[in-house]
């Protein structure tokens, strides 16, 4: 099993441009996250879903667009780039429950000049 | 809200010794606590977890955690460090059956 992958691994982008990412998992998750990750503020969560079809805003949304059509597969949004989403970002999935653990993702690195 | 506390952005330890990283929490339930780790340029990782029962958890590469409900306190702890434990350790809890919630993080820096 692959887990959860994600592609690009590295991107660069103009401020303005759009660009999507695509996270991937095979391990049948229910549920699955986007977060981006930037020195000294740990990990902030953007968007999750909790199902096929299902979406909502975490805690840093603005700016970015999630879509979950197939259940293995959540796609990440920029519409029109900005120098403050320069940095990293992973998908993770979980299986849902109490415990919640999730499995991530290596991340995609994006800076936006 | 829930919420989690690192102590600590930067710990540095020498090879061999004692690994402490403290973590307390905050929860108005009984809590899913959980500690990852990202090496370098990679992804998070779990390295261990408590849910119920023992509150002594032992997790991978010689990592282990006490759950201590009087002190909202889960701290990871590693008798000898090696030089590959160099990474950046996360703490979180677990905030109903949707989302963690995670703590700032920590390096843990190993000097020969």
């Known amino acids: 099993n692959a887990g959860v992958t994600q592609t690009p691994k590295f991107r660069v982008l103009k401020t303005g441009q759009s660009m999507t990412l695509l996270c991937a998992q095979d391990?049948?998750?229910?549920?699955m996250y986007w977060y981006r990750q930037d020195p000294g503020m740990g990990l902030r969560l953007i968007h999750y879903?909790?199902?096929?079809?299902?979406?909502a805003k975490g805690e840093v949304p603005d700016g970015y667009n999630v879509s979950r059509l197939k259940k293995q597969n959540f796609l990440l949004g920029l519409e029109s780039a900005a120098p403050s989403q320069t940095s990293v970002y992973f998908c993770?999935?979980?299986?849902?429950?109490?415990?919640?653990?999730?499995?991530f993702g290596p991340g995609t690195r994006l800076t936006v000049l | 809200a829930q919420s989690v506390t690192q102590l600590g952005s930067h710990v540095s330890v020498s090879e061999g010794a004692l690994v402490l990283l403290r973590c307390n929490y905050s929860?108005?339930?009984?809590?899913?606590l959980f500690w990852y780790v990202q090496y370098p340029n990679q992804g998070l990782q779990l390295l261990l977890k408590?849910?119920?029962?023992a509150t002594l958890v032992k997790g991978i590469n010689g990592f282990e955690a006490e759950f201590k409900k009087s002190e909202t306190s889960f701290h990871l702890t590693k008798p000898s460090a090696h030089m590959s434990d160099a990474a950046e350790y996360f703490c979180?809890?677990?905030?109903?059956?949707?989302?963690?919630?995670w703590g700032a993080g920590t390096k843990l820096i190993i000097k020969p």
């Open positions: 391990m049948n998750h229910e549920y």
């Open positions: 879903s909790v199902g096929e079809g299902t979406t």
């Open positions: 929860s108005s339930v009984p809590p899913y």
């Open positions: 979180a809890v677990s905030d109903g059956p949707y989302q963690l919630i």
């Open positions: 993770a999935s979980s299986g849902g429950g109490q415990v919640n653990e999730q499995f």
């Open positions: 408590y849910t119920t029962g």
